[in-house]
């Protein structure tokens, strides 16, 4: 993917940046469609329309789309997700509903939202991880959007003067766990000093959107505290290539969007045999500066079959030499064999 870097019209005032802050290039636009091509489009909303200390809403959307060897585009599919998580009260999943409907879902309600979501989707719906399915997509991000959350939650708390109560996302991380989470660098640092992580100070979130109502799915304009995670997926069978964005924004009080996370990956790959022949990640804007060393990473991945890739990142892509949102973008890979069959 070609990302350009960001060209703001006009300067905007971001006010003070954590000293430590990490890459600040994010992209604006998206490419142009591939003739021949099939972009595959997700996004999860943050919310908390009660209120920060309210329950955090989870509002997914994801499209399928093919782009005809005339440019024309053909919709292939779609998926939404809602979700309620009591982000304070243990990550504890109080509602889910989804497009297309499964019911055997409805057991995880009651459940948590965090550790072992992901195998409760796959023992309820096996299929789903089987098939390239949108909505799995969908579900296998509810743990980390809801942990990326705990940002829109923290700098409200810091902004009121208070603090991040335990059982919020402080739990769930791990020292040594990535790159970002490195004993000694800046999360742990203060995590150690104070009891809580520093607030991501991001830059502002160029569009994007442009000239092309196909681009992307609809997407609402999102209020103050709100935050999203965007990804885009172009395979382009005739260049054996996949282009890949990955993005997470928060709005702050004064509706200014930010970038907390972002990548950009260009993926080649074997049709013939079904594995990755090179990749290569860019960050684009990541919190902070231990966090950008992640990206040599991806160039383990030469070699392995993309049909096995959620489970081989999992078992070997860990500790201070990954990202776990790189990762998360990595692992959506798995589904290209399952995309390159709806591109033809």
Same mark, same amino acid.
């Given at each position: ?34 003739? &021949? %091509?099939?972009? +595959?489009?997700?996004?999860? /909303?943050?919310?908390?329309?009660? =209120?920060? $200390? @309210?329950? #955090? ?56 939202? &965090? %550790?072992?979501? +992901?195998?409760?989707?796959? /023992?309820?719906?096996?299929?789903? =991880?089987? $098939? @390239?399915? #949108? ?60 009891? +809580? ?12 959107? @442009? ?134």
């Amino acid at each position: 993917m070609q990302a350009r870097r960001s060209a703001l019209s006009a300067p905007v005032f971001l006010g003070p940046l954590h000293p430590r802050h990490g890459i600040h290039e994010p992209t604006t636009g998206t490419p142009a469609r591939v003739r &021949g %091509s099939v972009r +595959r489009t997700v996004t999860t /909303d943050m919310l908390r329309p009660v =209120g920060i $200390d @309210g329950p #955090l809403v989870l509002a997914g959307r994801a499209r399928d789309l093919r782009t005809e060897r005339d440019g024309t585009p053909v919709e292939l599919g779609r998926a939404t997700l809602a979700a309620t998580v009591d982000f304070t009260g243990g990550w504890e999943l109080n509602a889910l509903s989804t497009d297309p409907a499964y019911p055997e879902l409805d057991g995880l309600v009651g459940t948590s939202a &965090g %550790s072992g979501f +992901r195998a409760k989707v796959l /023992d309820a719906v096996p299929a789903l =991880g089987e $098939d @390239g399915a #949108l909505l799995y997509q969908l579900l296998d991000d509810v743990p980390v959007t809801t942990l990326v959350s705990g940002q829109a939650y923290g700098a409200a708390k810091q902004a009121e003067g208070g603090h991040r109560p335990r059982g919020t996302s402080q739990h769930v991380h791990g020292r040594d766990m990535c790159a970002g989470f490195a004993d000694g660098g800046t999360i742990m640092a203060g995590f150690d000093a104070t009891g +809580r992580a520093p607030i991501v100070t991001g830059p502002a979130a160029p569009p994007l959107t @442009g000239d092309d109502p196909w681009a992307w799915h609809d997407v609402p304009p999102l209020p103050p505290h709100a935050m999203r995670r965007s990804r885009l997926m172009d395979v382009d069978p005739g260049r054996e290539r996949v282009d890949v964005f990955y993005r997470d924004s928060y709005v702050r009080p004064d509706g200014l969007e930010t970038v907390i996370h972002e990548y950009t990956v260009v993926l080649d790959f074997d049709a013939a045999e079904g594995v990755v022949r090179s990749c290569e990640a860019t960050p684009r804007a990541l919190p902070w500066v231990e966090c950008p060393a992640a990206a040599a990473s991806v160039t383990r991945l030469a070699g392995v079959a993309l049909a096995g890739l959620r489970g081989h990142i999992r078992r070997t892509f860990t500790g201070t030499s990954t990202c776990t949102h790189l990762n998360d973008t990595l692992r959506a890979l798995a589904d290209v064999p399952d995309l390159l069959r709806l591109a033809s």
